[in-house]
């Protein structure tokens, strides 16, 4: 373990790199780039390949091939860039190849702004490419926590075979924060799976994005759905602040997230019983987290994002059954969320009771 | 009995998936042939493309990975970079790799990725249809320009080779044809180089290949072998646009 103050997307950078990431692709976009161009000094250092793309598109798909020979391989961008990605990533998917990708959310639709946002949820947490799949998809609300969930981003990729995506705003890698950076591991084997040529193997390997035949795809769908289903059961995470007797609660990721967890403490000094459930991992979802709120505690839960429309409120609508009203905060076009119209929503809703 | 003539051992026993008179089979051959003779089928990936080279899926008995419609040159940079010992080609059509993969085709040659690419030129979407592709003659008919391709509307045939010998980087760069016995021999001498260049570390060759579609083009299999010569030959010259493989050698 070692301790640094770093900005945000070094940090990440750093913790790829100590995971055993060794082949990076990426395109320029603002507010990543200082991920590609720290990897970049720090990749050849190690042993690893840096390779600037000269797309989005080409970038995933270099990783798709660094990754399919079973090296542990990244790819960073920001909202736009992201979209151009998610061919590859549904490629990924489809092939069973792990890689890990890192979106650091701006606003949007189009291209937006260049400031950060919370803009992507949807499409992170629901589908992040075409034909049905889905990813885990972590959202740290802090850079240790950026950090940590970089580091283990490519175990849960190489564990699954499958794409996992990071997904901090443009905040979280704008900042500079202390972090303790996880030791450096090696990087692994060449797995068996992985098409490296056939050299001691009694058989060949074979990658493919798609079904030799209908059922063949089916039967790849039903393998995945299962995949999902283990997700669901055993790697959702979240984390819960006070919720025990909260009669407000927010419901945040990142940093709205970070932001409303001031709040809750703040409003709790004042009298007011508040608390925070914050999904870490926005797919798979914890709905439990929602459900086990109880019918006679709260008074209105507060969905706070920094997306217009909101988009995380639907899951936890279906979350917590629709059994409370609902009220919203949110905040767009690259406007950090100000604690002070979060504070503000509480009182009125007090007020109104 | 001596054995004289067997399969080679870089293609599997698959029945033949292409249509009947397609010349993907012969390149396949051929490219199966040159990866026996230099022994490379236990260290060779195979990035296939989309389009009927996709089927190659049923025929390769090497490691094979199926890209995204025109990647293949960007998977294959994920593979060589991480795996520079490792022998890695992609094998292409015109439409994945003239069209929508053009951008990738152009940066790999640039960068010089020290990979072979196939590029199999018949001048039609195949696996789709029939639609017209980027190498469509001027006057040939597909299903997207039924009147036939009229540069007035979409433009002249895109010449592979020759842009991509338009850049400082690539090391070899060729065209060849399989209409005749001696094109295909000298289309596997192209092959053997591409290859050999890999091999030797010196950078990024292309050889492109002109073949038929018996299907779409609506002719029958030995009438596209004059079509080949009078047609597609006239547009699309073969030779040798680029070799810097001395110099390469050389330099390394």
Known sequence: ?353 | MELVYKKPEAINANPFPYCPGCMHGTVTKLIAEVIDEFGLREKTIVVLPVGCGTLGVLLWNMDNICSAHGRAPAVATGIKRTHPEKFVFTYQGDGDLGAIGFSEIMYAANRGEKISVIFVNNSIYGMTGGQMAPTTLVGQRATTCQDGRDPEREGYPLKIAELIAQLTTPVYVARFAVNTPQNVRAAKEGIKKAFQNQMDGLGFSLVEILSNCPTNWGVSPMATLDFIKDQTMKEFPLGVFRDKTEEAADEK
């Open chain 1, 1 to 353: 373990m070692e301790s640094k103050f770093m900005k945000g997307c070094e940090a990440i950078a750093e913790a790829a790199i100590r995971s055993g990431c060794r082949f990076f692709a990426g395109y320029p976009i603002t507010p990543q780039n200082e991920i590609p161009e720290y990897l970049s000094r720090a990749l050849p250092k190690v042993g690893g390949v840096f390779v600037q793309g000269e797309s989005e598109v080409a970038s995933i798909n270099m990783v798709y091939g660094a990754g399919g020979a079973g090296t542990m391989a990244m790819t960073s961008s920001s909202s736009p860039g992201v979209s151009l990605k998610l061919e590859g990533v549904s490629n990924l998917a489809a092939a069973r190849i792990p890689a890990v990708m890192v979106n650091v959310m701006r606003a949007g639709p189009g291209m937006g702004t260049i400031q950060p946002a919370q803009s992507d949820y949807y499409l992170m947490s629901k589908a992040p490419g075409h034909g049905g799949f889905r990813t885990i998809t972590l959202a740290p609300a802090t850079l240790q926590e950026a950090v940590d969930l970089t580091y283990e981003a490519f175990e849960l990729a190489f564990r699954d075979r499958m794409p996992v995506i990071v997904a901090p705003d443009g905040f979280i890698a704008a900042i500079m924060e202390p972090v303790d950076l996880p030791d450096y591991r090696d990087p692994p084997e060449t797995p068996a799976w992985a098409v490296a040529g056939c050299e001691g193997r009694d058989h060949i390997n074979v990658l493919l994005n798609g079904g030799l035949n209908e059922e063949d795809q089916l039967a790849k769908n039903r393998i995945a759905e299962e995949l999902y289903e283990k997700w669901d059961r055993e790697d959702v995470r979240v984390e819960t602040y006070k919720v025990e007797d909260a009669e407000y609660v927010f419901a945040a990721f990142g940093l709205a997230a970070r932001i409303c967890k001031s709040c809750v403490d703040e409003l709790r000094e004042e009298g007011i019983k508040a608390g925070l459930i914050r999904p870490i991992t926005i797919s798979p979802f914890p709905y439990a987290a929602f459900a086990a709120l109880e019918d006679n505690v709260v008074k209105y839960v507060i969905d706070v994002e920094m997306s217009i429309p909101a988009q995380m409120v639907n899951d936890v609508r279906l979350g917590m059954k629709d059994r409370f009203p609902v009220a919203q905060v949110n905040t767009a076009g690259g406007l950090i969320l100000d604690s002070e119209d979060v504070i503000a929503k509480v009182h009125e809703l007090v007020k109104g009771v």
